[in-house]
């Protein structure tokens, strides 16, 4: 079974067109995240929900918009896609942000989804 | 202001030699500290964490608070580890920042 699943896997597209990519995790955690990663392989938080609550929007354009139906799923919907938009995008999860960590457990270990590879034209 | 550090883009070393990815941090309180790998094609998945002091695959890797360093060893650097590694602190506001990144490139 897979933990952490992305749809679509690649996704190529025109400029100025809107596209979405889901995430689903069947992990029963409660926090799921969005990620960029560029061409230089830098990895950049983009949004970080908590039972479907957003806890973190970083600096992102409002093109851009979360949306989570439940806490197993956070989609990321993307409205007038530019050139600048092409990376790969990764899903992410973890248990529980809230908590703080102790020796024995950690709640915010990330399990990541596959990967989507967004190609702007 | 909170940042992590890896010095190096690139590391090259050829087999048997040991290895050392470098990561420093600055993070007021006490963040958890993590380790991910991205091997060739693979989606990211944790390598160790401070927490636990474990080695896995031959890594370990020691919090140094007094250093803010939490670099990442292993004696004998073997093909199969060349990957992208990256460092993660994680605060408990859910924030987590990703280091830059170190491409590993274990030579024959």
């Known amino acids: 079974d897979t933990a952490v699943s992305q749809t679509p896997k690649y996704l190529v597209t025109q400029m100025g067109n809107d596209k979405s990519i889901k995430c689903e995790q069947n992990?029963?955690?409660?926090?799921m995240y969005w990620y960029k990663q560029d061409s230089k392989k830098f990895l950049k938080i983009m949004f970080s929900?908590?039972?479907?609550?957003?806890?973190i929007n970083e600096t992102v354009p409002n093109r851009f918009s979360p949306k989570s139906p439940d806490k197993a799923h956070l989609n990321l919907h993307i409205n007038s896609l530019e050139l600048g938009d092409s990376a790969v995008y990764f899903c992410?999860?973890?248990?529980?942000?809230?908590?703080?960590?102790?020796?024995?457990?950690?709640?915010?270990?990330?399990?990541f989804g596959p990967g989507t590879r967004l190609t702007v034209l | 202001a909170q940042r992590v550090t890896q010095p190096e883009k690139l590391l090259s070393v050829f087999k048997g030699a040991p290895v050392e990815l470098k990561c420093n941090y600055s993070?007021?309180?006490?963040?958890?500290l993590f380790w991910y790998v991205q091997y060739s094609r693979q989606r990211l998945q944790l390598l160790l964490r401070?927490?636990s002091r474990e080695s896995i695959k031959g890594f370990t890797a020691d919090l140094n608070k007094g250093e803010t360093s939490f670099h990442l060893k292993k004696p004998f650097a073997q093909e199969e580890d060349s990957a992208m590694y990256y460092c993660?602190?994680?605060?408990?506001?859910?924030?987590?920042?990703f280091g830059d990144g170190t491409t590993l490139t274990v030579k024959p």
């Open positions: 992410a999860s973890s248990q529980d942000r809230r908590r703080t960590w102790t020796s024995a457990n950690s709640y915010n270990e990330q399990f």
């Open positions: 992990l029963g955690h409660d926090t």
């Open positions: 929900y908590n039972n479907k609550e957003l806890i």
């Open positions: 993070y007021s309180g006490s963040p958890e």
């Open positions: 401070h927490i």
């Open positions: 993660a602190p994680y605060t408990n506001a859910g924030k987590s920042t």
